[in-house]
């Protein structure tokens, strides 16, 4: 059985918790250690990864700044903690990134984002368009806007989705402990450490307890969560210590961890998730687009003779051959009417008939299963 390790990785989601970025007694950033941070995803970049790293820290440096105290906070509290916080937060990642010659961009998150296929599409584009410039995605939830109904909860299941969203193959949880054990080592001296999960069985659920630290809402239950969402999606995760300097360097020279394999590729259960979709409505292609698809193009607007059903952006659509033959299904980038205005039209004559520019695919390569 292979051991698994970031090496070859070539997308990579790092969850950071507030208790491994901010000082809890002083509340101040802890700015060596997210120095040697930016070391290891420097390192990770130029080893030919993407880089998504998903951030505590606001309402925890906020609320050092607003001298709120260490007790429990109200909703207002939290969200103007959070809203002094997130500026801090995406300033010393740009400053930890610089050096090395990373650019960042900072990305707010709430829960109505992954759960509406809209914004899930949208938010997956701008993930898509940042790494192919290099760009290394810092990603918070919202939380200056964010209230119990439409909240993640904690960044464990934030990272996982964020995973899921962007097409990684890799979810790294950097956590106080080193990975799962069969009981709570601090409680039990004879609780093994187990180095590799290949299911999540009741068994390995009722291992995980739901305490957390002092700064984070996350404990080993939310992190067996995650690993549940990633590695259906096609992307493995290590649970690892992280409050050691230069962790994501240390997991990859054979730092003490959890794994959890995935058994397929994102895209491979990307594709599976969309073929299993009932279509929305039907797109007729042309021989041209129908031999495009077949070596791995993407859906053009010139390459549709005919569009059926009404439908949303994100609907899933049966796509069907000249000769009547089905092809396979795909996420629609435009609606029902948007689709059936620009068929048979180039690309670049989209502006010109919606009144505003669109993307140059209907159908991306991505979002179908052929």
């Not at 899921?164 to 093994?192: K, Q, R």
């Not at 435009?334 to 993307?359: F, K, N």
Request: a negative charge.
């Amino acid at each position: 059985m292979a051991a698994l390790t970031l090496t070859g990785a070539k997308r990579v989601v790092v969850k950071i918790g507030s208790a491994l970025l901010v000082d809890r007694e002083s509340g101040a950033l802890k700015v060596d250690w997210l120095r040697d941070l930016a070391a290891d995803v420097s390192d990770l970049k130029t080893g030919g990864a993407d880089v998504i790293l998903v951030s505590s820290g606001a309402i925890a440096l906020g609320r050092g700044v607003l001298t709120l105290g260490q007790g429990a906070l109200s909703l207002d509290e939290a969200q103007a903690a959070a809203a002094v916080g997130q500026i801090r937060l995406a300033r010393a990642y740009e400053e930890a990134l610089a050096p090395h010659g990373l650019t960042s961009a900072q990305i707010l998150l709430t829960l109505d984002d992954s759960g509406d296929r809209r914004r899930y599409l949208n938010t997956r584009a701008t993930f898509a368009a940042l790494l192919a410039r290099g760009v290394v995605p810092i990603v918070n939830e919202n939380d200056t806007i964010a209230t119990d109904e439409i909240r993640y909860g904690d960044n464990d299941r934030l990272a996982a989705n964020v995973a899921v969203m962007a097409g990684a193959d890799m979810c790294v949880l950097l956590s106080d402990v080193d990975g799962l054990y069969t009981a709570n080592p601090l409680e039990d001296p004879g609780a093994e450490h187990l180095g590799r999960v290949d299911a999540i069985t009741p068994e390995i659920e009722a291992m995980a307890g739901d305490a957390g630290s002092g700064l984070s809402k996350g404990g080993m239950k939310t992190k067996i969560l995650a690993a549940r969402t990633t590695t259906a999606a096609g992307c493995a995760m290590a649970i690892t210590q992280g409050a050691i300097m230069r962790p994501l360097h240390a997991l990859q020279t054979g730092a003490r961890a959890t794994w959890f394999p995935a058994t397929l590729s994102p895209q491979q259960a990307r594709k599976a998730w969309i073929g299993a979709m009932k279509p929305k409505g039907t797109l007729q292609l042309d021989a041209g687009a129908a031999a495009a698809l077949s070596r791995g193009k993407s859906l053009l607007p010139a390459g549709i003779s005919g569009v059926e059903g009404a439908f949303h952006r994100g609907d899933p659509l049966r796509l069907i051959g000249p000769d009547g033959a089905a092809i396979g299904i795909g996420l629609s980038r435009y609606t029902g009417e948007e689709a059936r205005a620009i068929a048979g039209h180039r690309s670049d004559e989209i502006e010109a008939i919606l009144g505003y520019p669109g993307r140059a695919a209907l159908v991306h390569r991505d979002d179908m299963a052929i």
